[in-house]
């Protein structure tokens, strides 16, 4: 068998099959588990050949997929996964830089965090864990007035926060501050 026709067999497997179990879940199973009955050990008129090693690395690369894995974490955040308020009807936000220059006033809903409405509005603030308070990316400043009204951090927050460059008496995760009306 050439090197092409292998390579025709190869593409045209057909892609691993993704179901989900449950929200949080992930199973990946392939489509058509492959067994290999060929000996490890090649004779030595297989063992140059290139139809030979194209078809141990097919086979390899098949077999990497016949194995099932099961992948947990919670939901990913995605750019656009936040409905935006009509105009005039939700709470208004000010993003300021490190100096204290207005970047941006958006305006947002009643329980949109803080990562979330950034991430919507194209503003630069990280988050790599997507909020699941696993890094202090989000760290964001809020102004005397705005902090009181919150209700104070939970130790996994503190926990992170901890860690958090430039750590102020108002500092906050912006993935764990949910916007009220007594913030507007």
């Known amino acids: ?26 199973r990946i199973a ?7 009955y060929a000996s490890h050990a090649p004779s ?3 063992s140059n050949s290139y139809s030979y090693s194209y078809s141990r690395r097919a086979w390899l ?9 099961d992948f947990h974490s919670s939901p990913a955040s995605c750019h656009g996964d936040i409905t935006r308020p009509a105009p005039g009807t939700g709470i208004k936000v000010h993003f300021k830089d490190s100096k204290g220059n207005l970047l941006k006033t958006v305006e947002a809903n009643e329980g949109d965090d803080i990562l979330s ?7 630069d603030l990280e988050g790599a864990c997507e909020g ?7 760290h964001v ?3 005397p007035e705005s902090y009181e009204k919150l ?18 008496d108002t500092s906050r995760l912006g993935c764990q501050v949910h916007l009220t009306r007594e913030l507007d």
Not at 12 to 21: C, E, K, L, Q
Not at 30 to 36: E, I, L, M, S
Not at 117 to 123: F, G, L
Not at 132 to 138: E, G, L
């Open 1 to 26: 068998m050439s090197a092409r026709t292998l390579l025709g067999k190869f593409a045209a497997h057909p892609p691993a099959r993704i179901t989900s179990g449950q929200r949080t879940s992930l």
């Open 30 to 36: 392939p489509a058509r588990p492959q067994r290999c």
């Open 44 to 46: 030595s008129s297989l």
């Open 61 to 69: 690369a098949r077999t990497a997929l016949s194995r099932t894995r």
């Open 117 to 123: 409405i950034a991430h919507e509005h194209d503003i």
């Open 132 to 138: 699941s308070v696993a890094c202090s990316t989000c």
């Open 141 to 143: 400043i809020l102004d």
């Open 151 to 168: 209700p104070e951090p939970e130790d996994d927050e503190n926990d992170m926060l901890d860690m958090a460059f430039g750590l102020t």
